[in-house]
């Protein structure tokens, strides 16, 4: 398996999967959302999940674990006032409070790293609880 880049702060490596993922999210639009995760064995940031184009933010909140920490950047597609059609990518740093301290710490630490490998990305949301990432504080955000 080839390695993209390593986080210095953790030790941790993305993997080329990860970003080849977001590339095809960002610039084709294949895919609507991405999750990724950390296996603490391996030291590998992967990709966890992918979202078809069809696929929308309530499948992205289904896909996230309640008891595991995942990252995960969804494309939202939106019309503006002036009736323009924009997209802007969301990363979401999923911590949920049932998540074990060390998988908390883990991937609090690995964030910058991961975000720094997956370029293009407009806006930011942590979570530890649905309502902090629902649907409107996408939108509120976007506008």
Same mark, same amino acid.
């Given at each position: 398996?080839?390695?993209?880049?390593?986080?210095? &702060?953790?030790?941790? $490596?993305? &993997?080329?999967?990860?970003?080849? *993922?977001?590339?095809?999210?960002? $610039?084709?639009?294949?895919?609507?959302?991405?999750?990724?995760?950390?296996?603490?064995?391996?030291?590998?940031?992967? #990709?966890?999940? #992918?979202?078809?184009? *069809?696929?929308?933010?309530?499948?992205?909140?289904?896909s996230l674990p309640g008891d595991d920490c995942r990252y995960a950047v969804f494309d939202f597609d939106f019309v503006t006032v002036d009736n323009c059609h924009k997209s802007k990518i969301f990363f979401i740093a999923w911590a949920p409070n049932a998540s074990r301290i060390r998988a908390k710490m883990l991937y609090a630490t690995s964030k910058d790293g991961i975000r720094r490998v997956l370029e293009g990305i407009h806006y930011e949301l942590q979570a530890t609880d649905p309502t902090e990432m629902g649907f409107d504080v996408i939108q509120d955000r976007a506008k």
């Open positions: 398996m080839a390695m993209a880049f390593k986080m210095a &702060t953790t030790g941790m $490596w993305v &993997t080329d999967e990860c970003k080849n *993922s977001f590339m095809e999210m960002k $610039w084709k639009k294949v895919h609507r959302y991405i999750v990724f995760k950390i296996d603490e064995k391996s030291k590998l940031v992967m #990709v966890d999940k #992918v979202g078809g184009a *069809s696929e929308g933010y309530s499948d992205l909140e289904a």
